[in-house]
């Protein structure tokens, strides 16, 4: 690979994770504008004013670049600038020759019916906060860990409810169903320590 493949390529991975990062922050912004304590169209008021502020604030973006189309060069350069240091700092997925073993897999399980404990599942936003509490998958989303879970066989649902909020998660009844074996890429090793 030449040197501006190599370039392109850096460019590319970072702009990939930045707007992942970003759409998954606005989402949970969005989300939090929900009221647990009210009941149908009213709860969702606060995502819609979330929402409402979001086009606002499109819209004057674009009626400002519109109004000066240099400012389009500089958003362009600090979007490239960190689009380069973010495809810098993104860990290689490139897969392991023999890929993730048994007891990945299983320490996997372990962590996940861990983190559970009683309950009948766990969101992916709690066990991507322990993970990164023990110093692993630093600078990654939810996104990326749902990715990382089906790929290693894990079944991950969009609406696992852990205290009456549905998202994304893992339940405790696939976990105790045989495992599909994974056929490559490395694991996530995550830690096992409470």
């Given at each position: 690979?030449?040197?501006?493949?190599?370039?392109?390529?850096?460019?590319?991975?970072?702009?990939?994770?930045?707007?992942?990062?970003?759409?998954?922050?606005?989402?949970?912004?969005?989300?939090?504008?929900?009221?647990?304590?009210l009941t149908g169209?009213?709860?969702?008021?606060?995502?819609?004013?979330?929402?409402?502020?979001?086009?606002?604030?499109?819209?004057?973006?674009?009626?400002?670049?519109?109004?000066?189309?240099?400012?389009?060069?500089?958003?362009?350069?600090?979007?490239?600038?960190?689009?380069?240091?973010?495809?810098?700092?993104?860990?290689?997925?490139?897969?392991?020759?023999?890929?993730?073993?048994?007891?990945?897999?299983?320490?996997?399980?372990?962590?996940?019916?861990?983190?559970?404990?009683?309950?009948?599942?766990?969101?992916?936003?709690?066990?991507?906060?322990?993970?990164?509490?023990?110093?692993?998958?630093?600078?990654?989303?939810?996104?990326?860990?749902?990715?990382?879970?089906?790929?290693?066989?894990?079944?991950?649902?969009?609406?696992?409810?852990?205290?009456?909020?549905?998202?994304?998660?893992v339940r405790r009844?696939?976990?105790?169903?045989?495992?599909?074996?994974?056929?490559?890429?490395?694991?996530?090793?995550?830690?096992?320590?409470?």
């Amino acid at each position: 690979m030449t040197r501006l493949h190599t370039a392109a390529d850096r460019l590319a991975t970072g702009s990939t994770t930045l707007t992942r990062r970003l759409a998954t922050r606005t989402a949970a912004w969005v989300r939090r504008g929900r009221r647990d304590d009210l009941t149908g169209m009213k709860a969702a008021l606060g995502c819609w004013a979330r929402l409402a502020l979001l086009a606002l604030g499109g819209y004057l973006l674009w009626r400002l670049i519109r109004a000066f189309p240099n400012l389009l060069w500089l958003l362009t350069g600090t979007w490239i600038i960190a689009a380069w240091r973010t495809g810098k700092q993104a860990p290689a997925d490139t897969p392991d020759e023999e890929g993730p073993t048994g007891a990945d897999v299983d320490a996997l399980r372990t962590l996940l019916l861990d983190l559970m404990g009683t309950g009948s599942g766990v969101h992916l936003r709690t066990v991507l906060a322990h993970l990164q509490e023990h110093g692993q998958w630093e600078g990654r989303t939810v996104t990326d860990l749902r990715l990382r879970l089906e790929h290693l066989g894990v079944a991950v649902h969009r609406g696992v409810k852990v205290g009456r909020v549905p998202t994304w998660g893992v339940r405790r009844r696939d976990l105790d169903a045989p495992s599909q074996a994974p056929t490559e890429e490395a694991s996530t090793a995550p830690s096992t320590a409470a």
